[in-house]
């Protein structure tokens, strides 16, 4: 399998109106979801970055942000966002393009999540830096992610109920450009059925 290929060897991206996969890329909030999704999109020749974020900022009035201990409506903003983007992430595909799906998708939601995506190949990668290499991370970012949570509570949270689907990988020490170069190496890790 070379790096941009899917399992059966078809490489990624590949053709318009040619079914092409989808990669989940997860982790917690500062783990550099956002920057290696794009690298990675714009290292293969047709891809889309599909920002699960972007569905939650259309949300104009009644927003309400997930949150330790959000109420209902919270959770099910949380999962139409979620529903929202594996949607965009297949149509996409089904154009032939590659769609990087970046998005915070902890615990069970994850396993939800692959659910929904009905394209495969799939893959998933889980960036999982150490909570020190986060908190740097998060401290030189325009934008603040933590709030009621702090890196240390989500970071332990996150490993001890998040399903081992695909790729976890440790990029502390990881680059942005090393760090899309492993997940491509290791591709074949990150298929989930």
Request: glycine share 10%; no cysteine; proline share 5%.
């Amino acid at each position: 399998m070379s790096a941009a290929t899917s399992p059966e060897g078809r490489p990624l991206g590949h053709a318009p109106g040619h079914p092409a996969g989808v990669v989940v890329i997860t982790g917690i909030m500062a783990a550099g979801k956002s920057t290696v999704a794009q690298a990675l999109a714009e290292r293969l020749p047709r891809a889309a970055h599909v920002r699960g974020d972007v569905f939650r900022r259309m949300i104009v009035s009644g927003r309400e942000d997930y949150a330790p201990g959000g109420g209902a409506e919270a959770e099910a903003q949380l999962r139409l966002r979620y529903r929202l983007s594996a949607s965009t992430a297949d149509a996409y595909a089904a154009a032939g393009f590659t769609a990087i799906v970046q998005d915070v998708i902890l615990g069970e939601e994850l396993k939800r999540y692959v659910d929904l995506v009905r394209t495969r190949p799939l893959f998933v990668v889980v960036l999982a830096p150490r909570p020190a290499a986060v908190a740097e991370r998060e401290a030189g970012r325009g934008k603040t992610g933590y709030g009621a949570w702090t890196v240390e509570a989500l970071d332990e949270g996150f490993r001890a109920t998040t399903p081992r689907l695909g790729l976890w990988l440790d990029s502390s020490e990881l680059t942005v450009d090393r760090t899309v170069d492993a997940v491509l190496a290791r591709l074949g890790e990150a298929a989930v059925a």
